[in-house]
């Protein structure tokens, strides 16, 4: 699998909205604190319908269907330390602006998920972690 991951270009990668990096199941904890399959599809539709309602005058409907340039400069950018965090990720170079974009749609995804009206930096925070596996 290495092998196979070390070939794979950087331009290909950042079209990859996750890439985290998972440790081999070793044993099987039941302890019953998941989610259930009906709790899970709830909060994905609610996500779903926040995020439906917050695109309406726009040609999207999805987080992931938005335009990079709209999340960035558009009536629902983000201002103050979320994106700062971004922003400092871009600058040092861990990031690229493709990335950034996807980032963003992850942090709304993350957001819609909770129940909030917009990312905070908690939720750019862990979409940059599952985007590139580094903390902000």
């Keep these: 699998m290495r092998r196979y991951a070390s070939k794979i270009s950087g331009p290909l990668l950042d079209r990859v909205d996750i890439d985290l990096r998972m440790r081999r199941v070793s044993r099987l904890d039941d302890g019953g604190s998941g989610v259930s399959s009906q709790e899970a599809r709830g909060r994905v539709r609610a996500a779903r319908e926040r995020a439906a309602a917050r695109l309406a005058e726009t040609p999207w409907r999805t987080n992931a269907d938005a335009s990079g340039s709209w999340l960035r ?64």
Excluded: E
Excluded at 84 to 89: C, K, S, W, Y
Excluded at 101 to 124: E, F, M, Q, S
């Design 73 to 136: 400069d558009g009536p629902c950018a983000l201002s103050g330390p979320a994106r700062q965090t971004l922003d400092g990720a871009l600058h040092r170079g861990l990031i690229t602006l493709r990335a950034y974009d996807r980032v963003l749609r992850v942090a709304w995804t993350i957001a819609d998920l909770a129940g909030r009206a917009a990312p905070n930096p908690t939720d750019v925070g862990r979409a940059l972690f599952l985007k590139k596996g580094v903390s902000a």
